[in-house]
């Protein structure tokens, strides 16, 4: 799978990172006013963190989800790194196989 194309966009809580994701929503991932990650879940169960961290918090996240979910999809995952509010930031995704 290629990586998502992602991008930063102006929203109403500051600079976010999306990407195109192809369902009727815009999925946007902002880091915290202190640089941690914060993340957003897609309807279609795509996820993705923005933030000092984000390949850590992702992993937590996928795992607490494995965790408590009857039915939880195999992810393909990765990271990168984008300029987001000035700084540089690592962005971590992970998609589910299904939707690749």
């Avoid at 009727?24 to 897609?42: I, K, L, W």
């Avoid at 965790?67 to 939880?72: F, I, L, Y």
Wanted: glycine residues 12%.
């Amino acid at each position: 799978m290629e990586p998502p194309d992602f991008r930063v966009i102006a929203t109403d809580g500051g600079e976010g990172v999306t990407y195109t994701c192809g369902c009727p929503c815009v999925p946007t991932a902002r880091p915290g006013a202190d640089g941690s990650a914060g993340f957003e879940h897609c309807c279609c169960g795509k996820v993705h963190f923005v933030g000092e961290g984000a390949a850590a918090a992702l992993s937590g996240y996928l795992a607490e989800r494995k965790a408590t979910k009857k039915r939880e999809p195999e992810y393909e995952m990765g990271s990168t790194r984008l300029v987001v509010a000035g700084a540089e930031r690592e962005v971590a995704w992970a998609f589910p196989v299904e939707a690749s």
